[in-house]
C-alpha cells in the first residue's frame, strides 16, 4: 500500500508539470492574442494543440508512471508552449497577414531548444524513450506547421516537407519492415536539422525569391535523399529485422538529436512510453 502511494503522489507531480505546461501555452496565447489582435482561427488551432499536447502526454505519463517529468522533458514542454504560438499564429495568418518578426523569433527559440534537451538529457542521465518521442512530435509537428506558413508563398509541393514523415509513418503501419530500427547516422541528423533551419529563412522573407525557392528544394531534396536511402536499408535488411520493442539497445540517445529519428504518432505516443518503431522518422 506504502509503495502504490509513493507511485500516486510521483504520478500526480508528474502530471502536474504537464497541466503547468498546459497553463504556459495557454498563457503565451493570449498574449499573443492580446497582442496583435488574433482571429478566432488561430485561438481555436492554438487552443487545440495546448488542449492535445496535454491529454496525449498526461496519458502516456500515466501509463509509463515515470519516477520524475525529468529536466529535458522541462525543456520540450517548453519547446511545446512556442510550438503553440507557432501554430497559432500560421494559422491566424491565413485570415490576417502575420508578424513575421514575432514568428521568427519564437521558431528560432524553439529550434534552438531542440538542441538543448537532448544535451540535458544526457547530462542528468534522464534519457528516456517517451522523452525521445515527446521530442520528436514537438519538432515533426513545428516542421509541419513551418511547412503550411512556407506553402502560402512557394506553393502546395512544400508540403512534402512536413508531410513525408507522416506519410512514412501511415506506411509503416501496412509495411512492418519500415519499424526495423535503423543503424545512427550523422547524415540523417543533418538533413533533419535543415528542414527547420530552411523553412525558418523561408519563412522569414530576407532572401530574394529565387534563393528562398533554392533553400527550400535543396532542403525537400536532402529529405527525400534521406527517406529514400533509409527505405533502401530496410528493404534490404527486412528478412529478420528487429524492431526497437525488441532490441535491447534504448534508442532515446539518437532520438533526441533529429527531428526525423523515430516514426511515431500522438496516440502511439499516448499508449506507449517505449519507441516501438523505426529509429528514422
Known amino acids: 500500500m506504502a509503495l502504490n ?3 500516486d503522489a510521483r504520478l500526480l507531480q508528474v502530471q502536474q508539470e504537464t497541466a503547468v505546461g498546459a497553463g504556459a501555452m495557454l498563457l503565451l496565447l493570449t498574449v499573443l492574442g492580446t497582442a496583435i489582435g488574433m482571429g478566432p482561427v ?23 508512471r515515470p519516477r520524475s517529468f525529468g529536466p529535458a522533458n522541462r ?3 517548453g519547446r511545446a508552449t512556442l510550438v503553440a504560438g507557432v501554430t497559432a499564429l500560421v494559422a491566424d495568418s491565413f485570415q490576417s497577414p502575420p508578424p513575421v518578426t ?23 542521465g534522464s534519457s528516456t524513450a517517451l522523452g525521445a518521442r515527446f521530442d520528436m512530435e514537438v519538432d515533426a509537428f513545428l516542421i509541419l506547421v513551418l511547412s503550411v506558413y512556407v506553402s502560402t508563398q512557394l506553393g502546395p509541393w512544400v508540403l512534402l516537407i512536413g508531410g513525408m514523415r507522416y506519410a512514412f509513418v501511415a506506411a509503416a503501419r501496412f509495411m512492418p519492415w519500415l519499424n526495423a530500427a535503423l543503424p545512427p ?3 540523417r541528423k543533418t538533413v533533419a536539422a535543415l528542414q527547420g533551419v ?11 525569391y529565387v534563393l528562398t525557392f533554392a533553400t527550400v528544394v535543396l532542403a525537400l531534396g536532402s529529405l527525400v535523399w534521406s527517406f529514400g536511402r533509409d527505405i533502401g536499408w530496410l528493404w534490404r535488411n527486412r528478412e529478420g529485422h528487429v524492431t526497437l520493442r525488441e ?14 529519428s523515430v516514426p511515431s504518432s500522438l496516440p502511439a505516443l499516448a499508449a506507449s512510453g517505449r519507441v516501438t518503431s523505426s529509429s528514422r522518422v
Request: proline share 2%; net charge positive.
Open 198 to 208: 530552411a523553412l525558418l529563412v523561408a519563412g522569414a522573407g530576407i532572401l530574394p
Open 102 to 124: 514575432l514568428l521568427v523569433a519564437l521558431t528560432t527559440v524553439a529550434l534552438i531548444l531542440d538542441a538543448v534537451d537532448g544535451k540535458v538529457a544526457r547530462r542528468t
Open 42 to 64: 488561430g485561438w481555436l488551432t492554438g487552443l487545440a494543440f495546448a488542449f492535445a499536447t496535454w491529454a496525449v502526454l498526461a496519458r502516456a505519463l500515466h501509463r509509463t
Open 5 to 7: 502511494n509513493t507511485y
Open 247 to 260: 532490441s535491447a539497445e534504448p534508442a532515446a540517445t539518437e532520438a533526441y538529436s533529429s527531428v526525423a
Open 185 to 187: 547516422s550523422t547524415g
Open 75 to 77: 525543456v520540450t514542454l
